[in-house]
C-alpha cells in the first residue's frame, strides 16, 4: 500500500483561495501555491497540468460548493420562505467563507477561461446551462406564489450580491447586520400581497 498523499487537491485549491483573497488572480502561481502549502513544485504540477488548469479547478470548486450550499439551505424550508433563506444563506456563506466569497465575487472572467483547456471550457458551460436550468426551475416555482419572478430573482441573487459587494470588494467580510438588512428588505419584497 502506498503512502497516503500529503499535499491534496483541496489542499492546493485552499492555498490558491487564500492566495487570491489577499492579492488577486497575479497572486495565484504554481510555485506560490508550493510555497503556500509546503508542497514541491512538482506536486503541484502533479495535480493541476498548468495555471490554467488550476485557474479552472479553483472557480469550479468555488461555484459548486456555493450552489449546492444554497439549494441545500432552501431544500429544508417552505417554497414561500426560499428566496429569503437563500439572500440570507449567501450573506453567511460569505462572512464564513471569506476567501471563497472573495473568488466568487470576483467571477469567473477573473480567472481567463477562455485560456483553459477545451474539457475545462466544456465542463464550465455544462455547469453553468445546469445551474441556469435549476434557477429558472426554482424562481418560476417560487413566483407561482404571487410574487413576480423578477422580484424572486431581485431577492435571491441581485439583493445579496449589492451587500456582499461593498464588504468583498474590500476584502472584508459583510459585517452580521448585512445579514438582517438583506432579510428584512427580502422579506418585503416577497411578502404576500
Do not use: C
Not at 140 to 158: H, N, Q, R, T
Request: aromatic fraction near 8%; avoid cysteine; charge should be neutral.
Amino acid at each position: 500500500m502506498g503512502r497516503p498523499a500529503t499535499h491534496t487537491v483541496d489542499s492546493f485549491l485552499d492555498a490558491a483561495t487564500r492566495l487570491f483573497a489577499e492579492g488577486g488572480a497575479r497572486a495565484v502561481t504554481m510555485a506560490a501555491v508550493a510555497r503556500e502549502t509546503g508542497a514541491p513544485s512538482g506536486s503541484v504540477y502533479h495535480r493541476f497540468a498548468d495555471r490554467p488548469a488550476l485557474f479552472a479547478a479553483l472557480w469550479l470548486r468555488t461555484v459548486r460548493r456555493f450552489e449546492d450550499g444554497v439549494l441545500t439551505a432552501i431544500e429544508s424550508v417552505p417554497a414561500a420562505d426560499a428566496a429569503v433563506v437563500a439572500a440570507t444563506w449567501a450573506i453567511e456563506w460569505s462572512r464564513e467563507n471569506l476567501g471563497e466569497a472573495i473568488v466568487l465575487y470576483a467571477g469567473p472572467q477573473a480567472f481567463s477561461p477562455d485560456t483553459w483547456s477545451a474539457e475545462a471550457q466544456a465542463e464550465l458551460a455544462e455547469h453553468d446551462r445546469g445551474r441556469d436550468r435549476t434557477l429558472a426551475a426554482l424562481v418560476k416555482k417560487l413566483s407561482a406564489g404571487g410574487v413576480p419572478a423578477d422580484e424572486i430573482s431581485l431577492v435571491m441573487f441581485d439583493l445579496p450580491y449589492a451587500v456582499m459587494g461593498r464588504y468583498l470588494g474590500r476584502g472584508e467580510a459583510p459585517p452580521a447586520r448585512a445579514r438582517d438588512l438583506v432579510a428584512r428588505v427580502a422579506a418585503k419584497v416577497v411578502a404576500p400581497r
